[in-house]
């Protein structure tokens, strides 16, 4: 059964600073990987996605890449701002007809000003 | 452009109550998703519909059903509701490529937040 894993829970970072927020999964026989993020009492939205065939996407100031060997992906953020301050999700779809998607629990992002 | 649009926002309910949550999409995607979020326990999927007339169970559909009503309207209603049932309610729709796991890039209504005393 995928398990998805976000390590650490929470990371509080000085602004300016860059960082990377993990993820990482059990079973790599994985169809894509979405990574999201979820502002307080709202809802998540998309931030990029990752097919299985890919190694990495860009998006403005964020970077994920996707290591299925390894079981990993990592979201990458450059010159962090008070505004990206939210709690950061994955989430891995499976191939097979069983497979479900599988979110990991977050990472909680502070940036401190 | 709405996006996902879900109703009602916040729900309190006394156990036994039975109710509906409703969501519509206007991005004209196959596929929809209903998930509940707990502390402590991420995001699970609740019930997931391929296209119109389609849906299957996910991870924890016990105490739920669903109707998809038509390509844009996905219904969640809850017959005899729990305590345990308390949580944040989500939807979802995406471009499909056919099997649950194989979503496309997913958009996320604002959530319905459900209480049940």
């Known amino acids: 059964k995928q398990e998805v894993t976000q390590i650490p829970a929470a990371l509080s970072v000085p602004e300016g600073e860059n960082l990377v927020l993990n993820c990482s999964f059990t079973d790599s026989a994985i169809y894509n990987l979405q990574w999201f993020r979820q502002d307080p009492g709202k809802g998540l939205t998309s931030l990029l996605l990752?097919?299985?065939?890919?190694r990495e996407q860009t998006s403005g100031r964020l970077n994920a890449s996707l290591d299925k060997s390894s079981g990993r992906s990592t979201l990458y953020i450059a010159a962090s701002q008070p505004g990206d301050s939210a709690t950061y999700l994955c989430a891995v779809g499976g191939m097979n007809r069983d497979d479900k998607i599988i979110f990991g629990k977050g990472t909680r992002l502070h940036i401190l000003p | 452009n709405a996006g996902v649009t879900q109703t009602p926002k916040f729900q309190v309910l006394k156990t036994g109550q039975s109710m509906t949550l409703q969501c519509a999409q206007d991005m004209n995607h196959n596929s929809m998703y209903w998930y509940r979020q707990d502390p402590g326990m991420g995001l699970r999927l609740i019930y997931y519909s391929a296209s119109e007339g389609t849906t299957d169970k996910g991870e924890v559909p016990n105490g739920y059903n669903v109707s998809r009503l038509n390509k844009r309207e996905f219904s969640l209603r809850l017959e005899s509701a729990a305590p345990s049932q308390t949580s944040v309610y989500f939807c979802a729709s995406a471009t499909s490529g056919g099997l649950v796991g194989r979503f496309h890039t997913q958009y996320f209504g604002p959530g319905t937040r459900l209480t049940v005393l």
């Open positions: 990752i097919q299985s065939s890919q």
